[in-house]
């Protein structure tokens, strides 16, 4: 029973560095591009609207609506404006809060995706994405505590 209990504490941990978190955003050249819910790695060549967004200690996005077009490449230049690191992690409602909770469970878990940017304090970061699928989907810091206090907000796909 207790080699039972420690093989699957073991396992977890494997599971939860599998999606790995990190204070580096990977190129999107480096990425191979994986289809989501919420759309596609994009190209900066392709990028057809800068949208800028503050985050702070207050644990809040600003703007924390935003609304783009179905096809749109978007970059989201990403300012830390508090004095602690925050995130900005694009995603379907499901998929963040279960990453939250993974998180709050594994807070030294590092990850590194393109749909995703860590920033530390007074710093700014950017993510590149294509909004290629109409859709409500929404944007969180999850670093254990942030996303619970409401440090998250919403993203509108407008269909074609």
Same mark, same amino acid.
């Given at each position: 029973?207790?080699?039972?209990?420690?093989?699957?504490?073991?396992?977890? $941990?494997?599971?939860?560095?599998?999606?790995?978190?990190? /204070?580096? #955003?990977?190129p999107?050249? /480096?990425?191979?591009?994986?289809?989501?819910?919420?759309?596609?790695?994009? /190209?900066?060549?392709?990028?057809? +609207?800068t949208?800028?967004?503050?985050?702070?200690? %207050?644990? +809040?996005?600003?703007?924390?609506?935003?609304?783009?077009? !179905?096809? !749109?490449?978007?970059?989201?230049?990403?300012? %830390?404006?508090?004095?602690? $690191? #925050?995130?900005?992690?694009?995603?379907?409602?499901?998929? $963040?809060r279960? #990453?939250?909770?993974?998180?709050?469970?594994?807070?030294?878990?590092?990850? /590194?995706?393109?749909?995703? *940017? =860590? *920033?530390?304090?007074?710093?700014?970061? !950017?993510?590149?994405? =294509?909004? %290629?699928?109409?859709?409500?989907f929404?944007?969180?810091?999850?670093?254990?505590? =942030?996303?619970?206090?409401?440090?998250?907000?919403?993203?509108?796909?407008?269909?074609?």
């Open positions: 029973m207790r080699r039972r209990r420690i093989l699957a504490a073991l396992l977890a $941990l494997c599971a939860a560095t599998a999606h790995a978190h990190g /204070d580096k #955003h990977a999107a050249a /480096d990425y191979q591009a994986e289809q989501k819910d919420w759309g596609i790695v994009g /190209d900066k060549r392709a990028v057809t +609207r949208i800028a967004i503050a985050m702070t200690d %207050n644990m +809040r996005f600003t703007p924390d609506k935003i609304t783009v077009n !179905e096809g !749109e490449t978007v970059r989201f230049v990403v300012k %830390n404006k508090g004095r602690m $690191l #925050h995130e900005m992690v694009i995603g379907s409602a499901g998929e $963040l279960e #990453h939250a909770a993974m998180m709050a469970r594994f807070p030294n878990m590092e990850h /590194d995706e393109p749909w995703m *940017v =860590h *920033v530390a304090s007074s710093k700014a970061g !950017e993510i590149v994405w =294509h909004f %290629n699928r109409p859709g409500e929404e944007f969180a810091c999850l670093i254990p505590g =942030h996303y619970e206090a409401g440090m998250r907000g919403a993203i509108t796909v407008t269909p074609r």
